[in-house]
């Protein structure tokens, strides 16, 4: 008996979303940009070196840990390491107010990863076009400043000039994302499924 549109939309929407989730939450690479004076991988780890750099009277640094602990428990799992301490977790990934900034070069990046962050915490009631929207800002930030990297010999950008680096799970992340869509899924189903009727009367 076949599966119906419906039916078959809502399975691949919540594989789709559980994997975003996964990537962004438990922080596997995705791209590579500099931040402060260092490199972030991860959406979670730009969003928390900005909110490391606006200081602890705005932004307390336990929110930080909490998000980058999953992340971190995941690291040391892979590494065969010890799991890292809660208390020391800002200097297990090297954050601290020297190495981090509140000048925002990529903008785009940062809004890219607050979108898919809150894309993937609402993916467990209800996906939303949150999640694609911030990956394709991500892909338009980097692309931007990949092509801008040899415009400016001088300043912050010569200093970055190898610090842009876009991986493919970058574009599993966008699959994934668009694949959460209910609704698009179900019209991507139904025209798959609608050719082969056509073509046959």
Request: hydrophobic content about 45%; proline content about 4%; aromatic content about 10%.
């Amino acid at each position: 008996m076949a599966v119906s549109n419906k039916k078959l939309a809502s399975l691949i929407s919540v594989i789709a979303s559980s994997l975003f989730a996964f990537l962004i939450v438990f922080q596997i690479p995705l791209f590579r940009v500099a931040c402060g004076k260092k490199s972030c991988e991860t959406p979670l780890e730009v969003i928390s070196s900005q909110l490391i750099g606006f200081g602890n009277e705005a932004i307390p640094s336990s929110l930080v840990k909490t998000l980058l602990y999953p992340g971190a428990i995941a690291k040391s799992l892979i590494s065969g390491s010890r799991l890292p301490s809660y208390h020391k977790l800002l200097s297990f990934y090297s954050f601290d107010h020297n190495n981090t900034s509140t000048d925002i070069h990529h903008l785009e990046v940062f809004a890219g990863s607050c979108l898919c962050l809150l894309g993937a915490l609402l993916s467990l009631f209800k996906p939303r076009r949150l999640t694609f929207i911030g990956t394709l800002l991500i892909f338009w930030g980097l692309i931007r400043d990949i092509l801008l990297l040899d415009s400016s010999p001088h300043g912050w950008r010569s200093a970055a000039r190898n610090s842009v680096r876009v991986y493919p799970t970058l574009f599993l992340a966008s699959l994934s994302a668009f694949l959460s869509i209910r609704s698009d899924v179900r019209k991507i189903i139904r025209c798959c499924r609608s050719k082969p009727l056509s073509k046959s009367l």
